[in-house]
């Protein structure tokens, strides 16, 4: 018996569950059908969405083009069933032999007065149809930074797009968008967008430093006139073009002014005449002096070999 009353409360559980997705189903059909039967008739009436709009757009976009939308499927419904109710009353009315016309078509009458005024009472104390003056899903970016205006986008499944996508979105500010704030566009549209940047003040930096800005900005530089011998410690930037702002990796021109490079100092050459210290020429070959001169003799082994105080004679 155990096993019994196991399986047949199985089977109920399972009858249970069947007979709600069976409800379920039942349920999503006529919705479905009630929309795509009260659509075309509530919706040049501004009452409902179309067919379209109610099954492919998304909440936020029914929610504000349209107010209290379930109300507004019940009141074409009553409106729908007023005209049905005088449709019937004027088939009575003028039918051939009815019973009791009288009867009838009064009943009739009266149900559809009643619907109606219940539509029309339901239509006054509550606002319902197409709101007025709708703001798009569209918002204003100009003026936003480009990572502030994708953060703004993203919670309404918009992307945005760029001629040339910036290198630094903290930095490149939109200028332009398309479409323009207000508008309306689908779900995982694209919207353009146009930011620029600004230059930076580049004046008296290193050229490597100043480089270094423009590429943090998102911008290309270009050294006009780069020292010879490659040694940049010796220039400061001296003017750059262009000005103002720009598109994201546009070109920067840069002049420098660099300091005349500084020369090796020459030790001066003394009077051969007289003998010199052993320190003057240090460290030097005679070609590399290139004179002979008088030392101490054995003082300077390097250039007086002989000792004899004529140096650099015979070398």
Request: glycine letters at 8%.
């Amino acid at each position: 018996q155990p096993s019994v009353s196991n399986a047949s409360s199985s089977s109920s559980e399972s009858s249970g569950c069947a007979t709600a997705i069976a409800g379920f189903v039942a349920v999503a059909i006529v919705g479905v059908v009630l929309v795509y039967v009260l659509s075309p008739i509530g919706h040049p009436l501004g009452l409902t969405p179309t067919s379209h709009e109610t099954m492919d757009s998304t909440h936020d976009y029914l929610t504000r083009h349209y107010q209290h939308i379930v109300w507004g499927y019940v009141l074409t419904a009553l409106l729908l069933i007023a005209a049905v109710w005088a449709v019937a009353a004027t088939g009575i009315r003028i039918a051939h032999h009815p019973r009791d016309p009288t009867q009838w078509s009064g009943r009739v009458v009266l149900l559809s007065r009643a619907t109606l005024a219940a539509a029309i009472l339901s239509a006054v104390l509550l606002p319902v149809g197409a709101r007025s003056h709708v703001q798009g899903n569209v918002p204003n970016l100009v003026g936003l930074t480009a990572h502030d205006a994708e953060a703004r986008l993203r919670p309404k499944l918009i992307e945005a797009s760029y001629p040339r996508d910036p290198d630094n979105d903290e930095r490149c500010r939109v200028t332009t968008q398309s479409p323009a704030a207000g508008r309306e566009i689908n779900e995982h549209g694209t919207i353009k967008l146009r930011c620029d940047i600004a230059v930076p003040n580049l004046g008296g930096r290193t050229p490597s430093g100043a480089t270094s800005l423009l590429d943090d900005a998102g911008l290309d530089s270009h050294i006009l006139n780069p020292p010879g011998d490659g040694d940049e410690s010796r220039c400061r930037v001296k003017t750059w073009t262009p000005h103002g702002r720009l598109g994201p990796r546009a070109r920067v021109n840069i002049h420098l002014r660099c300091k005349p490079k500084k020369k090796q100092p020459t030790r001066a050459s003394p009077n051969a005449t007289l003998a010199t210290r052993t320190q003057s020429y240090a460290g030097l070959t005679c070609p590399e002096i290139g004179h002979s001169f008088y030392v101490v003799p054995g003082s300077d082994p390097a250039h007086d070999r002989n000792n004899d105080g004529h140096a650099c004679v015979d070398q």
